[in-house]
């Protein structure tokens, strides 16, 4: 699975070790798997696929209210919005050098294009995205 980030976002992620998806990703989140599935985080900002990670414990739909929140008025009232409540706590599986947007999509074949959406990747797909973090880091 690809999450996605920006720089107004991704000192948080690292900070809390959370991911996040909006609500709508929320049907492919959960099904996440502790000690199962691989995840990456793709920086937007920087054009930058980061990994290796895998979830830390099952994905709950609002873990951490405040995260990635921002103040705003609703309705004349005070209140938090927090973009992003499909997470899931994660944890560095291993760490190993990013791939540029080009270096990504070249790992995921003919016509891929990164996108600023949540992604959910095949068994091929994941494997060939850690095959090719391993190769760039055995240099």
Known sequence: YVFGCKDTTKNECFHRMLFGGPAGSWKLIKNVKP????????????????????????????????????????????????????????????????LTAKEYCKAMGKGWQPTKHSIFLSMAQTNALVSAMKAKSNG
């Open 35 to 98: 000690n199962k599935t691989l995840l990456f985080l793709y920086d937007l900002s920087n054009a930058q696929l980061l990994g290796l990670f895998g979830a830390s414990e099952p994905p709950t739909y609002n873990l951490v209210p405040q995260a990635w929140q921002k103040p705003r008025r609703q309705n004349g009232v005070n209140s938090k919005t927090g973009p992003y409540p499909a997470q899931v706590r994660v944890r560095v599986e291993e760490e190993l050098p990013p």
